[in-house]
């Protein structure tokens, strides 16, 4: 069993920044892809950013290039999210999630098979 718990959401003002969390335990954090994904209100859950094991290849959707970070120290377990420059349209509620079976970044929630309980991100104008 895989525990994934977020941390690090909040309410900011458009332009500043904020750091997410993701602590993994329960399974070996090592050799598993992880990813970032995000759900606004009434909208689907979309990929923000995934990460290669041990951290050398990463993704980002187009929304976010140039802003978000992702990043992981394998040591403590633990991914990131830095993310800048944050507008409005970057509210919503924050995932993160483990992909036990591919050693590539890939973006359908389907793919993931351990999933955080989330972290809220309010952006205001």
């Known amino acids: 069993q895989v525990q994934l718990v977020e941390s690090g959401g909040g309410l900011v003002q458009a332009g500043n920044s904020l750091r997410l969390s993701c602590a993994a335990s329960?399974?070996?954090?090592?050799?598993?892809?992880m990813g970032w994904f995000r759900q606004a209100p009434g909208k689907e859950r979309e990929f923000v950013s995934g990460?290669?094991?041990?951290?050398?290849?990463?993704y980002y959707t187009d929304s976010v290039k140039g802003r978000f970070t992702i990043s992981r120290d394998n040591a403590k377990n633990t991914v990131y999210l830095q993310m800048n420059s944050l507008k409005p349209e970057d509210t919503a509620v924050y995932y993160c999630a483990l992909d036990p079976k591919h050693a590539f970044i890939l973006t359908s929630t389907r793919q993931y098979d351990y999933w955080g309980q989330g972290t809220q991100v309010t952006v205001s104008s």
């Open positions: 329960g399974r070996t954090f090592s050799q598993n892809t």
């Open positions: 990460i290669t094991w041990p951290g050398d290849n990463t």
